[in-house]
């Protein structure tokens, strides 16, 4: 059974730096063609993509927040951590991580969700 | 990016009600287009993958169908636990981008 679960602050001031962790069971990090990817979604807006860390620790992010964004994982602990520099209000939103299903570098299929963190940006 | 246009963005169906969805890519992307339902206060949940493969446990009353640019998300017969806001994703091309959401109502 998979389950994904976040962690983190629920409040962070602007400019500060945001450090997310989502902690995994039922699969690892380490086989082929696994991956965890960060989504979020401000309230009462759509799901924005933010980052995807493979099982080979290569690493996508949204262009757009490529420069504040950094995914890192701990195989050892089923552990995937998300950073984003620089926050401002407009980064309010909850926050998922969610394991992805696919072939290699082909197929994206997010089939196991995390409960979200809301991550409020606020002095 | 590719854009992801849902329509519409809002719906009212009664119960038993046939309900269709539909979402148009900016750009051609195959078949690289999922659906997912998200409910009020909790997270989405993978309905379809590749257009019209249904993801595993899903109910036979939802389905989708489409290639290309033009795609269709469809309920055969709504039922009250089928409330939500539904969003399509394509994953043909990264950034991975979502339609603005569907949301259902009876």
């Known amino acids: 059974q998979i389950t994904l679960r976040e962690s983190g602050p629920t409040l962070v001031k602007p400019t500060q730096t945001l450090t997310l962790t989502c902690n995994f069971s039922g699969f690892s990090l380490s086989t082929s063609g696994v991956g965890v990817g960060w989504i979020r979604q401000p309230p009462g807006k759509a799901l924005e993509w933010l980052a995807l860390?493979?099982?080979?620790?290569?690493?996508r992010y949204s262009p757009s927040l490529k420069s504040r964004l950094t995914v890192t994982k701990d195989t050892s602990k089923n552990q995937v951590d998300l950073t984003m520099t620089n926050m401002d209000p407009v980064d309010t939103a909850t926050y998922y991580c969610a394991h992805r299903r696919g072939d290699g570098y082909n197929r994206y299929y997010f089939d196991y969700w995390g409960q979200g963190t809301l991550v409020t940006v606020s002095s | 990016d590719i854009q992801m246009t849902q329509s519409p963005s809002s719906l009212s169906a009664s119960v038993g009600d046939r309900v269709t969805i539909t979402c148009q890519a900016s750009?051609?992307?195959?078949?690289?287009l999922n659906w997912y339902q998200q409910k009020p206060g909790k997270a989405p949940k993978l309905l379809i993958y590749?257009?019209?493969n249904l993801e595993t446990g899903v109910p036979s009353r939802f389905s989708g169908s489409g290639s290309g640019t033009d795609f269709t998300f469809a309920i055969s017969s709504l039922q009250p636990e089928d409330i939500a806001t539904y969003y399509c994703q394509q994953h043909d091309n990264l950034p991975f981008t979502f339609g603005q959401g569907t949301k259902l109502e009876i």
């Open positions: 860390i493979y099982w080979n620790n290569d690493k």
């Open positions: 590749d257009a019209s």
């Open positions: 750009q051609g992307i195959s078949n690289y």
